[in-house]
T-cell receptor, first 110, second 114 residues
Framework: KQEVTQIPAALSVPEGENLVLNCSFTDSAIYNLQWFRQDPGKGLTSLLL?????REQTSGRLNASLDKSSGRSTLYIAASQPGDSATYLC?????????FGTGTRLLVSP | NAGVTQTPKFQVLKTGQSMTLQCAQD?????MYWYRQDPGMGLRLIYYSASEGTTDKGEVPNGYNVSRLNKREFSLRLESAAPSQTSVYFC?????????????FGEGSRLTVL
C-alpha cells in the first residue's frame, strides 16, 4: 500500500529565502506525483504535476523534482514571499489511487 | 468558468440524519472523485467515477453512497450520519481517466455531525 510522508510538518522562514519541501513515498510504481497548495478554508490548487517518465517540472518560482528510485520528490520555492504562506501537499498516483501526504504548513514572514 | 462547484459549503447534522452533497463541474472532465480531509490524516478517497454511469469504492466508502447523474454532476449521500463523518469533503475532477491527469478541486463542504 502506497504511503506518502511529508517532512517537516511546519516551516517558518523569512521573506526572500529559498526553501525545499520534501515528500517521500513507499511504492515507486506511481503514475505521477502532484504538488498542491491549500489556503486556510479553501480547496486544493494544483501547482505542478510530474508524470512518472519525467524528472522535474517548473512553474515560475517553483520547481518540483521526482526520483522514483529513492521514493522522493522535492518542491523548491525560490525567493519566498509572504503570499506563499499556505499548506503544501504532495500526492503520489497509482491507478485511480492517488495517495496524499498530510502536508507542510509554510509561513513566510515579511 | 466556475470549474468545480460544491454545495452546500457548510452543514450541521444530527446523528442519524441524511443529506446529499452536490458537485458539478463545467470542465468536461470524465473522472470525478469525492475525498474527505481530516486533521493529521490527509485526504482519503471515498468514491470515484471514471466516467458517466460508473462508480467505484475508494479507501473509505462505508456509510456513503454516490450517484454519477451525468457527466457534469457527482453527488455524495450520507444515509444515516454519524459523528465520525464530521469532516471536510472535497470533490475533484481530472481530464484523463485512471487518475493520471491534473486534479482540480472544489472549495469543500464542511460537515459537522452532532
Amino acid at each position: 500500500k502506497q504511503e506518502v510522508t511529508q517532512i517537516p510538518a511546519a516551516l517558518s522562514v523569512p521573506e526572500g529565502e529559498n526553501l525545499v519541501l520534501n515528500c517521500s513515498f513507499t511504492d515507486s510504481a506511481i503514475y505521477n506525483l502532484q504538488w498542491f497548495r491549500q489556503d486556510p478554508g479553501k480547496g486544493l490548487t494544483s501547482l505542478l504535476l510530474i508524470q512518472s517518465s519525467q524528472r522535474e517540472q517548473t512553474s515560475g518560482r517553483l520547481n518540483a523534482s521526482l526520483d522514483k528510485s529513492s521514493g522522493r520528490s522535492t518542491l523548491y520555492i525560490a525567493a519566498s514571499q509572504p503570499g506563499d504562506s499556505a499548506t503544501y501537499l504532495c500526492a503520489g498516483g497509482g491507478f485511480q489511487k492517488l495517495v496524499f501526504g498530510t502536508g507542510t504548513r509554510l509561513l513566510v514572514s515579511p | 468558468n466556475a470549474g468545480v462547484t460544491q454545495t452546500p459549503k457548510f452543514q450541521v447534522l444530527k446523528t442519524g440524519q441524511s443529506m446529499t452533497l452536490q458537485c458539478a463541474q463545467d470542465m468536461n472532465h470524465n473522472s470525478m472523485y469525492w475525498y474527505r480531509q481530516d486533521p493529521g490524516m490527509g485526504l482519503r478517497l471515498i468514491y470515484y467515477s471514471a466516467s458517466e454511469g460508473t462508480t467505484d469504492k475508494g479507501e473509505v466508502p462505508n456509510g456513503y453512497n454516490v450517484s454519477r447523474l451525468n457527466k457534469r454532476e457527482f453527488s455524495l449521500r450520507l444515509e444515516s450520519a454519524a459523528p465520525s463523518q464530521t469532516s471536510v469533503y472535497f470533490c475533484a475532477t481530472d481530464r484523463l481517466a485512471a487518475n493520471t491527469g491534473e486534479l482540480f478541486f472544489g472549495e469543500g463542504s464542511r460537515l459537522t455531525v452532532l
